[in-house]
């Protein structure tokens, strides 16, 4: 429309999975130099919260050739290192900016352009939407980020969610975090908030990815991790069990019964804990045994030569069962030595909360 005059209200484009979409074209704006409109977003079944907003570009001639591809209102800039963009660059990932050059040099060779052109994508619910995502965690700023490889949008997957966790655990590494800390999920996050008074932007929730979490941890180069949970989820590394879903594994009450039966627990004993449904029921009677301390010392032995094993040998790995019930229910021998270089690098006001874990 900018380089040829003509005023048009569909566009043919083939994405880079081979399908080829005719998309409308919404609330069309020409004025001097630029043309600007929107495509409004289909997420399919895809339970996407960028659903139906509209993402405009703005073309605009530049006196200056080339191709100039920026972010506008909606869409984030990064504000730390780690990621796909620089620090300040919008949040526009590789895969749509180049379809974005190659779509603006097809339109330049059939008009015999020879100028610059300068696009400016924005989503201007980009800015409110941003806070259902991941943006915030990762150093996002401002808005929601373009994404994509294919131009197609597929439901949400496991590999999508383990995906986003590997890039959250790169930029914690990015940031400088002296310890990874991994949590599953929003227990964990209070528990080392409130308890053990860590800065929770050294933390990151893996939900039911222990085993994945631990590899990106590794791989992004950490000297230190921190695992942190729910007993209900962390007792099975005990087993050797890295995916916590139920779905995968359980096997919670047959751990705490073989330990149990280890720190000499009778056969009623036993049978009692075999039958629990909940981890805090199973405390209850393991305290009125007298076996808790023993059972999750030899529980947390196993926990951590798990975790090891899975991590590598060379760097210190700790990790804190809790309950809401019961608070700390153990901790493996290098956790505290852990929690106290993550207090030694917090700010005076994480310092100042409280930081001692029960006994």
């Keep these: ?36 409109c929107a495509v409004q977003k289909d997420a399919g079944d895809d339970p996407d919260v960028t659903d139906g907003v509209l993402v405009y570009a703005k073309v605009s001639r530049s006196e200056a050739p080339g191709i100039w591809i920026d972010g506008g209102e909606g869409v984030g800039r990064a504000a730390r290192e780690g990621l796909a963009f620089a620090v300040g660059e919008a949040a526009i ?36 939407l941003a806070a259902r995502t991941y943006n915030p965690r990762l150093g996002i700023e401002g808005g929601i980020s373009v994404l994509g490889t294919t131009g197609i949008v597929e439901p949400m997957s496991e590999s999508a969610l383990i995906e ?25 996050e209070t528990f080392l908030k409130e308890t053990l008074g860590i800065d ?48 995968t594994a359980d096997g919670r009450m047959e751990i705490l019964t073989a330990h149990a039966a280890m720190s000499g627990a009778d056969a009623q004993t ?59 229910l153990g901790r493996t021998g290098e956790a505290d030595r852990l929690i106290q270089r993550l207090k030694q690098a917090a700010p005076p006001e994480a310092a100042a909360a409280k930081q001692r874990l029960k006994p």
């Design 93 to 128: 990932n590789e895969g749509p900016r180049r379809m974005i050059r190659q779509e603006l040099e097809r339109a330049m060779r059939d008009f015999g352009f020879s100028g610059g052109l300068s696009a400016v994508i924005s989503i201007p619910e980009g800015k409110n």
């Design 164 to 188: 986003s966790i590997g890039l959250e655990i790169k930029v914690l590494a990015a940031s400088g975090a002296p310890v990874a800390v991994i949590t599953p999920g929003n227990y964990g």
């Design 200 to 247: 929770l932007k050294n933390a990151v929730k893996c939900s039911n990815f222990i085993g994945e979490a631990l590899d990106f941890a590794a791989g992004a180069g950490f000297c230190g991790v921190l695992l942190v949970g729910h007993a209900g989820k962390l007792v099975k590394l005990a087993a050797g069990i890295m995916n916590t879903h139920s779905h």
């Design 270 to 328: 036993a049978r009692e804990l075999m039958g629990c449904i909940t981890v805090d029921q199973a405390v209850g009677i393991l305290d009125r045994a007298g076996l808790r301390e023993a059972v999750f010392r030899s529980v947390m032995e196993k926990v951590e030569f798990h975790v090891k094993a899975r991590f590598g040998d060379g760097c210190p790995i700790g990790a804190v069962l809790f309950s809401n019930r019961f608070g700390a």
């Design 1 to 36: 429309m900018l380089l040829g005059g003509e005023r048009i209200s569909e566009y043919p484009l083939s994405t880079p999975k081979g399908i080829r979409l005719l998309l409308d074209l919404i609330d069309v704006q020409a004025g001097e130099g630029f043309v600007s």
